[in-house]
């Protein structure tokens, strides 16, 4: 496999030869090790270490994190390739490669210092360890710059004094990337990232939130009362006078939307699917569910549907380039799509299984319940929609060729 990026090849319509190949192993693992267990995790919102296993034995952790540290050194594309492949049959496990791919390794990567790199990569190539996210809190979501969490100046380095909310597999990862502010911060200037060792004393696990949705990996609430942070730990300085960390970490989040888009598609697709074999084998009288074309153009509107976001995620990823980040408006659009179709795709899903797709017996009713919370975290439906509609006023274009700039 190429080992430097996503290999964007000249047609973006065919993948690959190594990405297919990567595809194939992502479908084969997701089948054989986590479709099995998919609705065990789900049922007793029991952590699904069997897929960490799975996952960890293919070697498929290691995907995006650059060779020197014992990755692959691959890119967006192929991160939205295996997440797409794994969602299909269980988002919650699909969640575990997410947080390793666009989650706080990739931030270490791309904006950390070479002691930071060293220190935390090795254990997220190899498995050895979870990373998790801390930006929201009880009353700074989408209004992320009212956070309060902040740094107290100690000796050479700080204290941390802060609470986050909704750390998605806080409850187990080794070290926290938390949103926070500098001294003298104030709105969003100030605002930086620290790298927070989760065994430091003054770090507690405040509870877990109990959910509709991906329950195998569940949101911690964490606590961090006067917690160590070396000045080898800050991943990037809030200087007080400027906004510049807090927008690199902004734009910095669109690996993570791409990642949610992909589990989306995944999952949605893994939804049409099922119900697409449903049809042709369920008897109604003489025929089958596939006969009437009612319910055909509901598969002809699913389809659709996932087929352009699709494309859109394409898009977003493949402009990442090599070692590059997505950019804003193509990913917000390509969020936004994949977050939409999917929702419609898996809804429908439910509706053309009649009773059975109600029935937590069958896959379509947890597909819906998970990607739902998709629609939400990594920025919701609304605000990446605040974002594009805002951007295009202002006249941003993408790189559709068919674009009029101020028409
Ligand atoms: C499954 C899941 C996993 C998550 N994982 C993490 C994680 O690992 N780390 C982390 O830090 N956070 C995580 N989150 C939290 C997530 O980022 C927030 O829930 C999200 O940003 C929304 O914030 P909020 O819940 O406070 O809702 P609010 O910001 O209060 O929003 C409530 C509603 O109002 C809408 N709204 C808010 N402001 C505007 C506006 N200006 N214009 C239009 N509509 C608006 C929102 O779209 C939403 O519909 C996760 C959430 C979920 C559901």
Redo the contacts with the bound molecule.
């Keep these: 496999m190429r080992d430097s990026g996503s290999d964007t090849g000249s047609d973006p319509f065919v993948e690959t030869e190594d990405q297919q190949a990567l595809r194939g192993l992502a479908r084969q693992v997701a089948a054989r090790d986590l479709a099995p267990n998919a609705r065990h995790w789900d049922e007793t919102e029991e952590f699904p270490e069997a897929s960490w296993g799975a996952l960890r034995a293919a070697d498929l952790f290691g995907i995006t994190i650059g060779e020197a540290y014992g990755g692959m050194g691959l890119g967006d594309v192929e991160s939205a390739i295996v997440l797409e492949e794994l969602a299909r049959v269980d988002v919650s496990s699909a969640i575990l490669a997410q ?1 390793i791919f666009n ?1 706080p390794p990739r931030a270490i990567e791309h904006l950390g210092s070479e002691g930071l790199r060293s220190r935390w990569l090795p254990m997220a190539a190899s498995g050895e360890a979870l990373f ?5 809190e ?7 710059n009212h956070m309060r969490s902040r740094l107290v100046a100690d000796g050479d380095g700080f204290r941390l004094e802060g609470y ?7 409850h187990k990862a080794a070290a926290c990337l938390v ?1 926070c502010r500098f001294p003298e911060s104030v709105g969003t200037r100030g605002i930086g990232a620290v790298v927070v060792d989760l065994t430091r004393d003054g770090v507690s696990v405040a509870g877990t939130h109990d ?1 509709m949705g ?1 329950r195998g990996t569940s ?1 911690a609430e964490l606590a961090f009362d006067g917690v160590r942070v070396d000045a080898s730990d800050v991943l990037l300085t809030g200087d007080p006078s400027n906004s510049e960390a807090f927008k690199t970490l902004i734009a910095h989040i669109n690996h993570e939307r791409c990642g949610n888009a992909a589990m989306c598609l995944g999952a949605a697709a893994g939804s049409l699917e099922y119900a697409t074999r449903y049809m042709n084998e369920r008897t109604v009288g003489d025929g089958t569910l596939a006969g009437f074309q009612g319910l055909q153009w509901k598969i002809a509107d699913m389809t659709t549907r996932l087929e352009g976001a699709r494309l859109l995620l394409g898009r977003a990823v493949r402009l990442a380039g090599v070692g590059g980040t997505p950019p804003a408006l193509e990913t917000a659009i390509a969020k936004t799509a994949a977050n939409e179709a999917a929702r419609f795709v898996c809804d429908e899903a439910i509706q053309l299984l009649g009773g059975y797709g109600y029935s937590r017996e069958y896959p379509v009713e947890r597909a819906y319940r998970d990607i739902r ?2 629609l ?8 990446q ?2 974002f594009i509609g805002t951007q295009v006023l202002r006249g941003a274009t993408t790189t559709s060729p068919g674009w009029m700039a101020n028409p």
């Design positions: 947080l989650g998790c996210i801390g930006i929201s009880t009353e700074a979501g989408s209004a992320v986050k909310n909704y750390v998605t597999g806080g949103w959910k991906l949101e919370g998709l939400i975290g990594a920025g919701t439906v609304e605000i929609k605040n």
